[in-house]
């Protein structure tokens, strides 16, 4: 591998270059022009639309770079890593608007520059994640992902909980990262390899200790797990996103769960492939069951979440709780092992980020004003905010699943995908899980509407911008809930990862 | 005909509730007035395709034979390596099972317009979803497209979780939520069995064949694929399971005993209108679907399950009329009423001859009409007394003998007397019920329906009407014009159908004789499959 | 003369994992769990180049634990930062009593 | 005169009482002299009836139908051909029970101008006796069994509106909820019945039910099923003729105005049943006349036992009803089947004649009923008195009335009938009843009509009724003569009614399944009307004069113990009472009919429907939302939950899903160090699941 090779691989990597430059560039800014920490937003926005159109113009462009041997590389760029990329990109501008608005990030004005490097960290670290084909950059990336948002949990360095949830956070993740190397290390060990293409050959057609692939597997699996916050390594999950500043909870909700799923499901996929037939199922080697894994996981995943959640008061630990459960659903699309799956997943996650943002939102706006974010102190504010009541509204009849909503539809494709693949009790699970989330989502719109209250309550506005953000989120939702090819097209182009 | 009929039908109130959203919150009566327009539309509407509808046309089965076809691509996806295509279509059409159903949306929801005039509070909200609502209930009678048809289904339930929670009473939020709840689990079971006939059935579009949600071609035993799970060619398929799970969830919203617990509940808190709208309309929903869905795609199945569907519709029928006598609150009486009303088409459907289902149609339409005047009459009573005891009551019928008048005759009709239209559905049920000897002895002990049907409903005008006046209720107001024009059009209905039912029995007769036809020869068919 | 093997350092590792894993689980001073993180990234680094040594697979391993050392330095600043932080707030760094985030 | 002509008429007597319903409800209020109009329509309609009954009587020898499609659904699978048609017969039958109800309507319609004058809701009144009278032409006409039951159940409402006309008084709505519920049990019955011919015959018109059953057609090819098919038919006529068991409601249905008991408790909707009967006499097998006949014989047994000692005026008319229309059941079950009819139309006059008699002595006694305050009202009513008293011998079976010709024959039927089957109870019954009959009626009389005034203050205030109640009285009493029915005053069957107008009925059973004297000789089976055996007329012959004589000889008894009783006072009542107090009170009370139903069924029902109604909230509810055990079992739990989770929904997969929750929630301790725990035990766990793979 010499420099030239390395110099043409880096269009591959343009986007990241673009994150990488936007970085620098904040954190120079910040230094130079220190009375002007409101452009930093702006700039990051630049930045990222760059970077949009990087992205964009990598799709249908796949391949590998920085090889290292043969056939594979550090880095793989295809279509399932830039969709994954979009997703990411899609919460980064959303999650900018919240904080350029969030009264929490306000409260720490002097070190807004500190705020969008971090930002950008977070951005570089799930870029680096979506299209890592080696299991050290995969690492690392994540390594980066993590600490960027260590810090960002504990932005708020005076209120008790941010700290704390920056504690726990931190050390939760170190143990889990640390359990992934010393799987990653034994992988190393057993295939000489870090590459997944490579360890993918090297497997094939080979006699394995399985036990010991198990575990290793396992532990790379606590790390991946961690990330998207699968049960049982979950815990950190509700503590982290009650304590942390409203717009980093929704970000860690959706951008770092969708780098989290690329990985996991690269690492499922690549490592231990051994055929795709013409239906699109995989066959996995016979060395670790990981559709048996995975299917438990889902269940405990998405049964947990639900039914914590139906005990939560504070709305924000709610939401946590739900998107455990969120991310139970999505494993099912894992658990069936095909391009279907995966497709499903896809889908699922468009609408995911679309309306666990748009929820996020609402609660930011009004946190903001009534300084609470306790689901009692929502009773009766369905008339003091009438638009804001109906948008939030709309978010979680999506998240519950009703049509017509993206939510339905992405329930649809994951059980569409469930029955073609016989699986069908684990759809009724998951169904029945669905009747369950109703209770808690439907305690929010019973709070806001069903109850009537004798004080009055203050109106609460909603900007323009905040406003606009709030339909930009809520129109689509509904649009794809009646009309979703574009989804499922959208979805369906990204859905092969590059190899198979 | 060009004219999209059945779409204007459908998504006019949507036109309508946007609209409204756009109103200001003060223009109270220009909301209402508009609610009022556009479901009168609705009627015109409906009253212009009855008359351009061709009751010779059977419908059922084969697209050729439905009205008012609309159908196009909506959602279209090509080129999937793995799975093929996905197609859903926008798929419209109305026969004879599904037109009086229509006409008895629009005249009940028209009915529940007027009877809304006296919301009182957060009127916007109240109309906007009260349009949505009805939407979603047109939008199930017309959709033959099992995946529009679910959208529609799910759609009436915010609306109405809203409705009742809202503008309920006391215990509205127990009320709606046990709606909600009730009807979310009946809709997961149809969402998977969906799914499950989604893969079993495989449509010619354009020359491949490519998986469907078209309901018809769920009913052509060519169109199932070897290996679908509820395809009947697969030796291993779940399709007794599947059945058992879609009755289930249609069973809900009948709601068949031992499912019915919401609905006392629902309609006890429920304002009036939407007492009206949700059993008047509602409940028809689920003996609809499964008129069009369970029976014509699971003909093998629904004939060996015919007994325990019978037996079903006899422990509403007697179930719920001994309810209905223990009640004290007038509104719950009424509520268990519906219970066993809805029993009748349970047996008739059950009788899979054309008498039986003719009656269950016509019992449906028929219900819908007399429990519309039956709630509207507890709701005239509520809005002057405030109270729904029956025991509060007494000698109304002094102070006010017209609204008494209108009152016997709903009462009557709900006892099945003949001249009004409950009568010759009821006859129509029992006689197909009757003709087939596998459930003919539950038929025989339904009829003691009739009888308790008498016993609770006479109690019912005798407490409430009869006897002497009792003294807090001195001044009590007959009918204003408001309530005369629900209840005139309603009970012109019930006098027009009891002495002529001709012309209903008409409209839906060669697409239930379609039917029946269909499924006796398809159950052979398939039973020859040799999975049974 | 006793030759030293692979087996001896997967030994050391395990021996160091399991330590590590043990402090992050009993110690109470957050120093000392994150002492026991250390631990657990270092168990991991002789693992890569133990197997680089004997596993005849080149440079890599080495590497691998270079990058890792680093990463485990920068961990470690930012997880004192935290640290100092919540002593700044409460004046305890106790794990076992900082749990005001719960059920 | 033409067939077509003939029908239009018909269509215009049954339909223009309709009108007047119609018109007199809706104008009701805002008319007051509207009643008039229903009055004069009811004329048109009574002259239309009697324009039919002589033309049809006089003219055509055939049976006149019309119809037309009511609902047609043509050829359909499994079912064949499903069309119902309405439609209307005319035959000897229905012409002359036309005449009759119109006739009754008329007279009522008048009486009540008087009657009810001064009512409130007067108007209203008129409109109901419309309703009645178009409904009960309904099941005159008709010529199918589907429509006799739509009409069946229109005189049924009719009567419930028309007892609960007083709906402010508590008795008088009982009363009506009473009628209309005992009716529907019946009802039930006849549908069943109804059901099982419609579902053998496909179709519900008689005539061509009659000729399938005769081609050998019979419900589901067993002659046993024929049988329970006419029983379950028989039982509509139960519960509307009022037979014994289900005649409870006829008593209390006097509650209403008493014009009103006179129409229809009387006089016509009562004697629908035995309309019935002899409607579809042609299908009863001998088993379901055996049982027809038995109800009959109970029917006329049981209530005629309660009117002895009841002190109502119009409760003892009401049970003497009860107990007439038992004997022409009776009349029919053992094969009298011309007697029966025409003790129909006799009974119909004079027991009219009698209820608006005994409203016109309430009327003038200013609506006092109770026999014990009345006396010598004589004097004061004299022609109230002197129709009354005609009636009731009419009633008696005395010489030269109509009912002497009536009852005679039905006593020589049941006694023929038991000489030729052994069956000696019904002419037992049947003598013993004419005793009974004739000893409370004249009860009645003495005490209403003789006698000194008991109530001193309200019989100062009697006076004769007004012209235009007493001319009704007048007319019926005229009618209760034998001369409008026969010349010969001793045998009925030399009348024209008899031997010209009601002939022996077709019987169309098969022949294996009636009495022997049923089966026709080949002789006379032919040409003749007649359908029964020789045998059978033989035996008429026979017990045509001892039947006569012993009638006689009861009614004579039964009024000579009348007036030894209370007229010459030669036995002393009360001490009687006293000594045979348990069988007094067993009749005072009407043998504890309602007693026992109240406790049983009407009870059960209640008690079942409280049962279920409770089950239902509880149970039904429960097993979904969380019976009661468990809420104590998860108590701790609950009353967080209730108020977090959906606010007293207590629910049992709440519970669980709460529970399971909580469960849930032990984890999230909030302490690092026991998530990661947490998460190495799972870890080893999902090591040890897997490790066998």
New interface residues.
């Given amino acids: 591998m010499n420099l030239e090779h390395i110099i043409s691989d880096l269009v591959f990597v343009k986007p990241e270059l673009a994150i990488s430059v936007t970085l620098v560039l904040i954190v120079l800014v910040d230094l130079i022009f220190k009375e002007h920490k409101k452009v930093l937003p702006y700039i990051s926005i630049l930045g990222l639309l760059f970077t949009t159109i990087f992205v964009i113009e990598q799709f249908d462009i796949s391949g590998h770079a920085f090889k290292t041997s043969a056939g594979a590389g550090l880095v793989t760029v295809d279509n399932f890593g830039s969709f994954f990329k979009i997703i990411v990109l899609f919460a980064s501008f959303v999650v900018i608007f919240f904080s350029i608005n969030s009264s929490e990030i306000e409260l720490v004005k002097d070190r807004h520059g500190e705020y969008y490097t971090l930002l950008f960290g977070m951005i570089l670290g799930m870029f680096m994640m979506s299209s890592s084909a080696d299991l050290?950059v995969l690492y690392?990336s994540i390594?980066l992902l993590s600490?960027s948002s260590?810090?960002l949990v504990?932005m708020l360095?005076?209120?008790?909980?941010n700290?704390?949830?920056?504690?726990?956070y931190?050390?939760?993740g170190?143990?889990?990262s640390?359990?992934m190397?010393?799987g990653?290390?034994?992988i190393?060990?057993i295939t000489?390899?870090?590459n997944l293409y490579d360890i993918n050959t090297i497997i094939q057609g080979q006699n394995f200790p399985?036990?010991i692939f198990?575990?290793s597997g396992?532990?790379v699996l606590?790390g991946l797990g961690f990330k998207i916050s699968a049960a049982?390594?979950h815990?950190?999950t509700?503590?982290?996103y009650?304590?942390a500043p409203i717009p980093i909870t929704a970000y860690l909700s959706v951008a770092s769960k969708a780098a989290g799923f690329v990985v996991l499901i690269r690492f499922v996929k690549i490592t231990f492939i051994d055929g795709v037939d013409?239906?699109?199922?995989w066959q996995l080697l016979?060395i670790?069951?990981w559709q048996?894994?995975i299917i438990?996981l889902s269940i405990l995943t998405m049964?947990?979440g639900n039914?914590?959640?139906?005990?939560?008061?504070n709305l924000k630990r709610m939401l946590a709780y739900s998107t455990i459960a969120h991310a139970g659903y999505m494993l099912l699309g894992l658990a069936v092992m095909?391009?279907?799956g995966i497709m499903a997943i896809m889908v699922y996650f468009i609408a995911y980020a679309l309306m666990n943002l748009g929820a996020f939102l609402v609660v930011m706006i009004v946190a903001n004003k009534i300084g609470s974010e306790e689901i009692d102190d929502y009773k009766g504010l369905g008339?003091s905010m009438p638009f804001l009541g109906i948008l939030l509204?709309i978010f979680l009849?999506s998240l519950i699943g009703?049509?017509?909503t993206a939510g339905?539809i992405a329930k649809?494709m994951l059980?569409?995908s469930l029955?073609?693949a016989?699986l069908?009790t684990l759809?009724?699970i998951a169904?029945?899980n669905?009747?369950?989330s109703?209770?808690?989502y439907?305690?929010v719109l019973?709070n806001l509407?069903?109850?009537k209250v004798e004080e009055e309550k203050p109106d609460i506005p909603v900007s323009f911008a905040n406003g606009i953000l709030l339909v930009i989120l809520a129109a689509p939702i509904l649009i794809f809930g009646?009309?979703?090819?574009p989804i499922?097209?959208f979805a369906?182009e990204s859905a092969t990862i590059l190899g198979f | 005909m060009d004219f999209p009929i059945l779409t204007f039908l459908t998504f006019l109130p949507i036109l309508g509730m946007v609209i409204i959203m756009a109103m200001r919150k003060e223009q109270v009566t220009a909301i209402k007035s508009l609610t009022l327009v556009i479901t009168g539309i609705q009627v015109l509407l409906a009253i212009i395709l009855l008359a351009n509808y061709d009751s010779s046309l059977g419908g059922v089965y084969e697209q050729a034979s439905f009205q008012f076809v609309e159908k196009f691509r909506w959602i279209d996806i090509d080129n999937f390596s793995w799975i093929g295509k996905i197609k859903v279509d926008y798929f419209l059409g109305v026969d004879g099972i599904s037109v009086p159903l229509v006409l008895l949306t629009t005249i009940v929801t028209f009915v529940a317009a007027i009877s809304s005039w006296t919301i009182s509070s957060s009127i916007k909200g109240y109309f906007s979803l009260f349009l949505l609502l009805d939407t979603g209930m047109m939008g199930v009678f017309v959709s033959l497209d099992f995946f529009l048809f679910f959208i529609f289904w799910e759609l009436m339930l915010l609306p109405m979780y809203f409705l009742i929670g809202i503008w309920g009473g006391p215990r509205r939020e127990y009320a709606a939520i046990k709606f909600f709840l009730y009807t979310l689990l009946g809709s997961i079971f149809l969402l998977i069995v969906m799914i499950g006939l989604y893969f079993s059935t495989q449509e010619t579009i354009d020359g491949t064949k490519t998986f469907t949600f078209n309901l018809l071609a769920m009913m052509n035993a060519d169109n199932f694929t070897s290996d679908g799970i509820l395809s009947p060619l697969n030796p291993n398929n779940l399709r007794m399971i599947a059945y058992i799970a879609l009755f289930a969830g249609f069973a809900i919203k009948i709601p068949m005993f031992p499912f019915h617990t919401w609905l006392p509940d629902a309609h006890v808190e429920a304002p009036t209108p939407i007492s009206v709208i949700l059993a008047g309309i509602l409940l028809k929903m689920g003996t609809y679907a499964i008129l069009r869905i369970s029976f014509p795609v699971f003909p093998e199945i629904t004939k060996q399950l015919v007994w325990y569907i019978a037996l079903f519709g006899m422990v509403n029928i007697i179930y719920g009329a001994f309810c209905a006598m223990a009640q004290r609150d007038f509104k719950k009486l009424i509520a268990y009423s519906s219970v066993s009303h809805m029993g009748y088409v349970l047996l008739g459907m059950a009788a899979l001859n054309t008498m039986g289902i003719s009656g269950a149609i016509f019992q449906m339409f028929n219900h819908g009409i007399i429990t519309s005047a039956l709630f509207i009459i507890v709701g005239v009573i509520y809005d002057r007394t405030h109270t729904r005891m029956l025991d509060d009551f007494g000698g109304l019928g002094v102070k006010m003998p017209v609204y008494t008048g209108f009152v016997t005759v709903a009462f009557f009709a709900a006892i099945g007397l003949p001249g009004l239209n409950g009568f010759i559905s009821e006859a129509f049920v029992f006689l197909g019920a009757f003709g087939v000897s596998l459930i003919r002895l539950i038929t025989v002990i339904s009829t003691l329906g009739i009888l308790l049907g008498a016993g609770y409903m006479l109690w019912t005008l005798q407490r409430v009407y009869l006897g002497k006046l009792n003294e807090k209720w001195a001044d009590l107001k007959d009918l204003d014009l408001r309530e005369y024009a629900m209840f005139v059009p309603l009970s012109i209905i019930m006098i027009f159908f009891g002495v002529y039912p001709a012309p209903m029995l008409n409209l839906m007769n060669s697409s239930v004789n379609t039917m029946v036809q269909f499924l006796d020869e398809v159950r052979v068919f398939y039973t020859s499959l040799g999975s049974f | 003369m006793l030759s030293v093997g692979l087996t001896h350092f997967l030994v050391i590792s395990v021996v160091l994992f399991s330590l590590g894993i043990y402090a992050v689980i009993t110690r109470k001073n957050a120093v000392m769990v994150l002492m026991g993180i250390e631990l657990i990234l270092n168990s991991a680094n002789i693992n890569f180049v133990a197997f680089a040594r004997y596993g005849d697979f080149g440079l890599q391993g080495q590497i691998i634990a270079l990058f890792v050392i680093v990463l485990a330095a920068a961990e470690a600043a930012i997880a004192l930062a935290i640290v100092l932080n919540i002593y700044k707030t409460i004046s305890n760094i106790n794990v076992d009593e900082i749990d005001t985030l719960r059920d | 005169m033409t067939e077509s002509l003939m029908i239009n008429i018909a269509i215009a007597v049954l339909f223009l009482p309709l009108l007047g319903f119609v018109v007199t409800l809706l104008l009701g209020s805002k008319v007051k002299q509207i009643y008039l109009f229903e009055n004069i329509i009811l004329i048109f309609s009574l002259i239309g009836a009697i324009i039919l009954a002589f033309f049809k009587l006089s003219s055509f020898d055939n049976t006149i139908t019309a119809e037309f499609v009511w609902i047609d659904l043509g050829n359909t699978p499994l079912m064949g051909d499903i069309k119902i048609t309405l439609g209307i017969i005319l035959d000897n039958i229905s012409v002359l029970m036309i005449v009759v109800v119109m006739l009754i309507s008329s007279l009522v319609h008048i009486f009540s101008i008087e009657y009810m004058r001064g009512d409130p809701r007067y108007n209203r009144y008129f409109a109901y006796l419309g309703l009645f009278t178009f409904s009960m032409s309904g099941i005159v006409f008709t010529h199918n069994i589907l429509m006799m039951y739509i009409f069946w159940e229109l005189v049924g409402v009719s009567s419930y509106l028309l007892i609960g006309f007083w709906f402010e008084k508590k008795s008088a709505s009982d009363a009506a909820k009473k009628a209309f519920i005992v009716n529907r049990i019946g009802d039930i019955g006849m549908f069943i019945g109804i059901l099982i011919l419609y579902t053998t015959y496909h179709t519900f018109t008689l005539e061509e039910i009659f000729s399938q059953i005769s081609q050998g057609v019979l419900p589901f090819n067993n002659d046993a099923w024929l049988t329970i098919a006419g029983i379950l038919l028989f039982a509509g006529a139960i519960g509307k003729s009022a037979q014994v068991p289900l005649h409870v409601w006829l008593p209390d249905a006097m509650e209403g105005p008493t014009p009103v008991s006179a129409l229809i408790h009387a006089a016509t909707m009562v004697a629908a049943g035995v309309y019935l009967v002899v409607r579809i006499f042609g299908i009863f097998t001998a088993d379901a006349m055996l049982f027809i006949a038995f109800i009959g014989a109970l029917s006329a047994l049981i209530p005629a036992t309660i009117a002895l000692t009841q002190n109502d005026i119009k409760r003892v008319l009401a049970y003497s009803t009860v107990s007439q229309l038992g004997y022409m059941i009776m009349a029919l079950g053992v094969g009298a089947y011309a007697f029966a009819f025409f003790h129909l139309i006799t009974h119909a006059f004079f027991k009219a004649c009698l209820f608006l008699g005994s409203g016109s002595v309430i009327h003038g006694m200013h609506h006092e009923q109770d026999i014990r305050n009345m006396g010598g009202l004589k004097n004061k009513m004299p022609l109230t008195y002197y129709t009354f008293l005609i009636s009731s011998l009419a009633i008696s079976g005395v010489p030269l009335t109509s009912g002497f010709l009536s009852k005679d024959g039905i006593l020589a039927g049941s006694f023929a009938f038991a000489n030729l089957t052994g069956h000696w109870l019904f002419p037992l019954v049947g003598f013993f009843v004419a005793m009974l009959t004739a000893f409370y009626m004249f009860r009645l009389v003495l005490l209403t009509f003789h006698g000194e005034p008991k109530d001193r203050e309200k019989y100062e205030h009697v006076h004769e009724s007004k012209f235009i109640m007493t001319i009704p009285l007048v007319i019926l009493a005229v009618l209760s003569f034998f001369f409008w029915y026969t010349p010969n005053p001793i045998d009925p069957g030399k009348g024209w009614v008899l031997s010209e107008w009601i002939t022996a009925p077709e019987l169309y059973t098969p022949e294996n399944t009636r009495y022997e004297f049923m089966i026709p000789d080949e002789v006379v089976a032919v040409d003749s009307k007649v359908m029964f055996s020789k045998m059978y007329d033989e035996a008429m012959h026979t017990a045509h004069y001892p039947a006569m004589i012993l009638s006689l000889i009861m009614a004579g008894a039964g009024i000579l113990l009348a007036f030894m009783f209370y007229y010459w006072n030669k036995v002393n009542v009360s001490e009687l009472v006293e000594k045979y107090k348990k069988l007094y009170n067993w009749s005072m009370n009407k043998w504890y009919f309602d007693e026992f139903y109240d406790k049983t069924f009407v009870a059960g029902t209640l008690a079942l429907s409280r049962f279920l109604g409770k089950f239902d909230l509880k149970i039904i509810d429960g097993i979904v939302d969380g019976s009661a055990y468990i809420t104590k079992g998860f108590s701790f739990f609950i009353g967080k939950f209730d108020n977090v989770v959906i606010d007293g929904l207590v629910n049992f997969f709440a519970y669980l899903s709460g529970f399971i929750g909580l469960i849930f929630r032990r984890f999230q301790t909030g302490r690092v160090q026991t998530y990661l725990v947490f998460v190495l035990v799972s870890l080893v766990i999902l090591l040890f699941i897997f490790k066998s793979f």
């Fill in positions: 050290i690392l390594e600490l260590y810090i504990g360095k005076d209120t008790i909980r700290s704390e949830a920056s504690l726990k931190v050390i939760y170190g143990v889990s640390g359990i190397l010393f990653i290390s034994l190393y060990g000489g390899s870090t399985f036990l198990l575990l396992l532990f606590v049982p390594f815990f950190w509700p503590d982290v009650e304590g013409e239906h699109g199922n016979s670790i069951d048996s894994i438990l049964t947990l039914f914590a959640a139906l005990w939560q008061d095909s391009e279907e008339k509204a009849v009703v049509p017509p339905f649809v059980f569409i029955v073609d016989n069908i759809a009724i169904l029945l669905t009747v369950v109703l209770y808690y439907i305690r019973k509407y069903l109850i009646i009309y979703f090819t499922i097209n369906k």
